[in-house]
């Protein structure tokens, strides 16, 4: 390092707040100060402004109808069709623009304009009519990352049925219980896909989540890896290509939907085992998406933006598809890894396209941080405007490395916390707006309204860690869970609320998450108070990955917890209880791992399996699983007197020192 790089370093080192840089406040889409109290003082009409990004077909009347909560409606008797504000209403001034810049693992691109998506999306819709898709039917799209997955969504909204997007890494088992649950009976799926050049093949893991299905499906297959695999087809399968050159040129009418008609289904971990099917609707999700994009990803139609996210997660939906070709914009869809051919793989796509936005997760800086800044320095990524990052905390080092070295200094950088329930961005700086604290997400986004409260659900001092509630409804909110409206009070408001009460007021949304907030009015989050882990970004439910180890034979209990990780941000940990005959050996470890992968899959994989003869449990009987998270971590243990069982502590901390 030269002397300066040091003195540089030094001073970033030291420095815990940034101004936005001027050149982005300049041309920032959102540059004014007053635009939270602008919101305050009009809400909940300031959601309006969300609602003009997009076009009605029927203007609604009301923007909020809060008489039943927490099942409140947004823009209620408004109509309008997500396909065509994606691309329809593009066509007559960016007809000819990319929406669509598709990057293979193995180099090769597709390159789709506004009009391209259009005919695209209306062939893949004629044909999934023919098919006997109609409104309200749920399809669910288990896909890789290629183009046809995002047609296929665009097609399903086209044609107003909710599509179910599995993310292709999860198991066979994982696509029957949501198809199963969604009493879905279409399929789009994929013969498979490359990874680190491989052909990796996908299409038996999907007829094999479909045997575990209880109702017909039909299938709709893409071919991804062409005569390097001939794959199988179930006699109800159609190839998807065939299908499409049937519907050559056709057209579909978009279908007027109710704003608060589904948009999709989209399963995620909660602390029970079984996955939640949270329901996003049409007005509400795509206004919220379409404004975030404007306000916090700075999207305009000229640029080109990248989310490195997979489809398969809400990061993806909101800010690969809906977002950006809502905005009209370039969107950016890459198929690989990060490091293949080689560990400077996105900087060559940065460059070589002019990427003027990029929004990835802590976890990949983290890597790139280890894999260090040669590999950026290689690029010219002078044509970045702004960088974001989702999904879990990012730690301050990360941030500034992120800052300094992908974004030269000059790149605002958004920490933006949200859910797959929030639909999109809740808590961040506006770019050009606040200045950046790295560790700190921001303030909530003007509008929200978020406070962290105690045990008893009083607002906790400034500095204070706590929950972090959001105590008024927002358009993008999920509307329930997927048929069954009491477990979403149970999940997300029955803490915090008045249950019995009919004022919106006495409603709180509890995201179970911990947070603390600083004078200034800007959250920290803290990471999730439930049973779930997030593993390089992924959301995961320890009980989900505890009940798939169970099911593994000669396992008596499992208890998984979620330990630190360097570049995963946390790792799962699985102590386990074999059942007497069964001795905790290498065969029963590779089988637990085999179990969670065929379970949930690779995502979830268990960094250590520690077998050990009991688990601490209080008196009551609970496993301490804070205390089994500590062992993870290699802590000083703090007070073991109300466990019932004390001397398994050390010879648990025995077992994990030598594994
Ligand atoms: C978008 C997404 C949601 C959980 C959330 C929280 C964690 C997300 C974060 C963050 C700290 C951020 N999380 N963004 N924690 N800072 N900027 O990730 O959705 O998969 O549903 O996960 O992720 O714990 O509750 P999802």
Redesign the pocket.
């Given at each position: 390092m030269s002397e300066q790089d040091i003195e540089l370093e030094a001073r970033l080192a030291e420095q815990d707040e940034f101004e936005p840089p001027g050149s982005f406040v300049e041309q920032a889409n959102v540059s004014d100060p007053s635009i939270y109290d602008e919101f305050a003082e009009d809400w909940p009409g300031c959601w309006e402004h969300a609602a003009a990004l997009l076009d009605w077909s029927t203007a609604y009347e009301q923007v909020l109808d809060d008489s039943n909560p927490p099942f409140y409606e947004w823009f209620t008797g408004g109509e309008l069709n997500a396909s065509a504000n994606c691309l329809d209403r593009h066509l007559d001034e960016r007809g000819d623009e990319t929406a669509i810049e598709w990057i293979g693992e193995l180099g090769e691109t597709r390159t789709y304009t506004y009009r391209d998506l259009h005919r695209e999306v209306n062939e893949f819709a004629a044909a999934l009519r023919e098919q006997g898709v109609e409104a309200d039917d749920v399809v669910t799209l288990y896909m890789p990352m290629v183009p046809e997955l995002p047609i296929a969504m665009l097609a399903c909204a086209r044609l107003g049925a909710p599509h179910s997007v599995v993310f292709a890494g999860f198991s066979a088992n994982a696509l029957a219980t949501r198809m199963e649950s969604a009493d879905s009976s279409v399929l789009v799926t994929c013969d498979g896909y490359y990874r680190r050049g491989e052909a990796l093949e996908h299409k038996p893991k999907a007829d094999e989540g479909v045997a575990g299905v209880g109702h017909d499906v039909t299938g709709v297959v893409v071919d991804r890896l062409g005569d390097e695999y001939d794959h199988p087809m179930r006699e109800t399968d159609h190839d998807y290509d065939a299908l499409v050159a049937d519907h050559a040129e056709s057209e579909v009418e978009p279908v007027a939907r109710d704003a608060e008609d589904m948009l999709f289904l989209m399963y995620?971990s909660g602390t029970t085992g079984e996955p939640k099917g949270v329901k996003h609707t049409t007005g509400g999700y795509l206004s919220w998406v379409a404004w975030t994009s404007h306000a916090v990803l700075d999207v305009k139609p000229e640029d080109t933006y990248w989310c490195s996210a997979d489809i398969g997660?809400?990061?993806g939906h909101?800010y690969i598809v809906y977002g950006p070709l809502s905005s009209g914009t370039t969107t950016v869809m890459y198929e690989g890894t990060p490091d293949y051919p080689d560990k400077d793989r996105l900087w060559e796509i940065v460059d070589e396209y002019d990427v003027t936005q990029l929004y990835t997760?802590?976890t990949a800086i983290r890597s790139f941080m280890k894999w260090g800044e040669e590999y950026p320095a290689r690029h010219d990524l002078s044509s970045l405007r702004l960088l974001g990052?989702?999904?879990?905390?990012?730690n301050p080092r990360a941030w500034k490395w992120y800052y300094r070295h992908i974004g030269s200094e000059s790149c605002p950088v958004v920490?933006?916390?949200?859910?797959?329930?929030?639909g999109g961005m809740m808590?961040?700086t506006l770019p050009g707006v606040g200045n950046m604290k790295p560790g700190s997400?921001g303030p909530p986004l003007p509008g929200v309204d978020a406070d962290i409260v105690d045990a008893a659900g009083e607002t906790v001092a400034a500095g204070q860690a706590g929950y972090l509630t959001i105590q008024k409804p927002w358009p993008g909110m999920l509307r329930t869970l997927y048929r069954n409206d009491e477990r979403f009070i149970e999940e997300y408001w029955a803490e915090y609320s008045d249950t019995d009460s009919e004022d919106p007021d006495d409603w709180v949304y509890f995201?179970?998450?911990g947070a603390k907030i600083d004078d200034d009015g800007y959250l920290t989050?803290?990471?999730?108070v439930d049973d779930?882990i997030?593993v390089s970004?992924?959301?995961l439910g320890t009980m989900e990955i505890e009940s798939a180890i169970v099911g593994v034979e000669g396992v008596a209990e499992a208890a998984v917890v979620g330990g630190d990780h360097e570049v995963k941000g946390e790792a799962v940990y699985a102590y386990v209880i074999t059942e007497d005959g069964y001795a905790g050996d290498d065969g029963m470890r590779d089988g637990i791992i085999a179990g969670v992968e065929d379970g949930i899959g690779p995502i979830a994989r268990p960094e250590a399996v520690v077998f050990t003869p009991e688990l601490p449990k209080t008196r009551s009987g609970k496993i301490m699983r804070r205390l089994l998270e500590d062992i993870a971590n290699g802590e000083e243990l703090g007070n073991t007197n109300t466990l019932r069982n004390p001397e398994i502590v050390e010879e648990i901390q025995q077992h994990v020192g030598g594994s």
């Open positions: 995620t997660w809400i990061t909101s997760a802590p990052t989702v999904g879990e905390p990012i920490d933006t916390w949200w859910q797959t329930e929030t808590v961040t997400a995201p179970e998450d989050v803290l990471g999730r779930v997030n970004g992924h959301r």
